[in-house]
């Protein structure tokens, strides 16, 4: 009888530990699926000759917000949303991350129809980076925030935190992030890597990194020189 019990207490256990070893590689793959799509996100700006200014001033930015799915949709009362990863140059001005997030936007005004967009903001100043270290940061608000310049050739002496470059095909043709929150991601950060970290930990100290990013930290690399 005490065999019995302590073969079923091992194999309750064994269950337990494998049934959160399994919800743990679920978790993570859901993150490295938005990191894998960020990835793709971004070669596509670095290809589009529209987005010459972005490419030209990618070396001087601080950290990159990359959002591959944005959803805009409503009538008269509206807004837009989705998930993001957060890379910055960390220590000796090597690129790291990602740290995730999410953003959101409530917007009111003559509008109809749903478009999906891909975005990707270059974080320009100190300022704008301290903000994303917090647990929200408001464009516009707490930082700001400036529509980048499209076009090949493109030329301007834009200043401002945020510059935004989107990507876009529907009703909206694109994204003002102006009023845009941004929200860290805690419980996606801690499944990604395993356990608690904070955008510090992340973005600044670099005390976690996931192989599964070096794609993207590689072009980075390559495109910021």
Same mark, same amino acid.
């Given at each position: 009888?005490?065999?019995?019990?302590?073969?079923?207490?091992?194999?309750?256990?064994?269950?337990? $530990?494998?049934? !959160?070893?399994?919800?743990? +590689?679920? /978790?993570?793959?859901?993150? @490295?699926?938005? =990191?894998?799509? %960020?990835?793709?996100?971004?070669?596509?700006?670095?290809?589009?000759?529209?987005?010459?200014?972005?490419?030209?001033?990618?070396?001087?930015?601080?950290?990159?917000?990359?959002?591959?799915?944005?959803?805009?949709?409503?009538?008269?009362?509206?807004?837009?949303?989705?998930?993001?990863?957060?890379?910055?140059?960390?220590?000796?001005?090597?690129? $790291?991350?990602? !740290?995730?997030?999410?953003? +959101?936007? /409530?917007?009111?005004?003559? @509008?109809?129809? =749903?478009?999906? %967009?891909?975005?990707?903001?270059?974080?320009?100043?100190?300022?704008?980076?301290?903000?994303?270290?917090?647990?929200?940061?408001?464009?516009?608000?707490?930082?700001?925030?400036?529509?980048?310049?499209?076009?090949?050739?493109?030329?301007?002496?834009?200043?401002?935190?945020?510059?935004?470059?989107?990507?876009?095909?529907?009703?909206?043709?694109?994204?003002?992030?102006?009023?845009?929150?941004?929200?860290?991601?805690?419980?996606?950060?801690?499944?990604?890597?395993?356990?608690?970290?904070?955008?510090?930990?992340?973005?600044?100290?670099?005390?976690?990194?996931?192989?599964?990013?070096?794609?993207?930290?590689?072009?980075?690399?390559?495109?910021?020189?």
């Amino acid at each position: 009888m005490l065999k019995a019990r302590i073969a079923h207490v091992a194999g309750w256990l064994m269950a337990s $530990v494998l049934l !959160a070893t399994s919800n743990a +590689a679920l /978790a993570q793959a859901e993150q @490295q699926k938005l =990191v894998d799509e %960020s990835n793709k996100s971004l070669s596509n700006f670095l290809r589009d000759p529209d987005m010459s200014w972005l490419q030209q001033n990618l070396s001087r930015a601080k950290a990159v917000v990359i959002a591959p799915q944005l959803l805009k949709a409503g009538f008269i009362f509206g807004g837009s949303g989705g998930r993001a990863v957060i890379f910055a140059r960390g220590p000796g001005g090597k690129w $790291v991350g990602p !740290a995730f997030c999410a953003m +959101a936007t /409530a917007s009111v005004g003559f @509008q109809a129809g =749903v478009s999906v %967009s891909e975005n990707v903001t270059l974080v320009m100043t100190d300022k704008g980076f301290n903000t994303l270290l917090a647990p929200s940061v408001k464009l516009g608000g707490d930082a700001s925030v400036a529509a980048g310049p499209v076009g090949a050739g493109a030329k301007s002496d834009i200043v401002a935190d945020f510059i935004t470059f989107s990507r876009a095909k529907g009703v909206y043709g694109g994204l003002n992030l102006d009023g845009t929150v941004i929200n860290t991601s805690d419980d996606w950060n801690s499944a990604y890597y395993g356990k608690a970290v904070t955008q510090p930990d992340i973005l600044v100290r670099a005390d976690v990194h996931k192989p599964g990013a070096n794609a993207t930290i590689a072009a980075l690399t390559k495109a910021a020189k």
